[in-house]
């Protein structure tokens, strides 16, 4: 077996095993929310914890299937809105155990054709890494607004900067600063985001300020 042939039979064997995690967690998070509603233990906090572990597991399901086809894609008609704060919703987890204000101003909404889950994962990553951004208190604005046609989501943080020599690598597949970081999170925003007619770009990067900014189509 060639080099190829056998990274091929690797990822799908891996993908296989993690499927089959995944079907396990969503079978116990199901039964645990059942469990909930029967004994009627009402509580926001678990049952937004349970909303969000099922709605990753479902963003992690439609990630491996990308390994079976390059043009995995279903869009379909979202609501912009809805789709910016399920984002923010999904990537509050990650501010845990810093001080981190998340201000949301949604000016208007319209509908965006998108697959909703690849558009969710594009915004979780760029949230977090906005997150990482701040050492432990800052703040984070997230500005969505439609107008001219097109829905402009910018996501800002006042953490560290970028600076210009690194602004030109950050979409580059492997680059990062991080210690545990792979690189990929930014190059796979883009390439996502451009397959679904949307721009991602760095607006500016300063002392005070690191700003991000989706750009997509509205349909009319
Ligand atoms: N909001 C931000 N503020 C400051 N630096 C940023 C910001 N977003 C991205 N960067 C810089 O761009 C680099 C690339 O980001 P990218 O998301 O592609 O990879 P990563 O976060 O390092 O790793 P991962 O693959 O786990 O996401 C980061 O390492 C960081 O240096
Ligand atoms: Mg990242």
């Known amino acids: 077996m060639n080099d190829i042939d056998l990274i091929k039979l690797q990822t799908r064997c891996v993908s296989h095993e993690i499927r089959n995690h995944i079907s396990i967690c969503e079978m116990y998070t199901e039964i645990l929310r059942k469990n909930l509603v029967k004994d009627n233990y009402k509580n926001q906090s678990v049952d937004n914890a349970i909303e969000c572990i099922q709605k990753s597991l479902k963003i992690i399901g439609t990630s491996l299937l990308d390994l079976k086809s390059l043009n995995n894609l279903s869009p379909q008609n979202c609501d912009f809105k809805y789709l910016v704060e399920e984002s923010i919703r999904l990537?509050?987890?990650?501010?845990?155990?810093?001080?981190?204000e998340?201000?949301?101003?949604?000016?208007?909404?319209?509908?965006?054709?998108v697959d909703d889950n690849k558009f969710l994962a594009c915004v979780v990553n760029i949230i977090k890494n906005a997150i990482e951004a701040i050492?432990?208190?800052?703040?984070?604005?997230i500005i969505a607004e439609v107008k001219d046609g097109f829905a402009h989501l910018r996501i800002a943080n006042n953490g560290k900067m970028i600076s210009k020599e690194k602004q030109k690598e950050i979409f580059n597949e492997g680059f990062t600063t991080k210690p545990t970081g792979s690189g990929l999170g930014l190059h796979i925003c883009k390439e996502n985001l451009n397959v679904q007619n949307a721009e991602l770009r760095l607006n500016k990067s300063t002392r005070s300020l690191t700003e991000f900014e989706i750009i997509i189509p509205v349909i009319k």
């Open 91 to 100: 990537s509050t987890a990650y501010t845990q155990g810093k001080n981190i």
């Open 102 to 113: 998340i201000n949301t101003f949604i000016k208007n909404t319209a509908d965006i054709y």
């Open 135 to 141: 050492e432990i208190k800052g703040e984070i604005n």
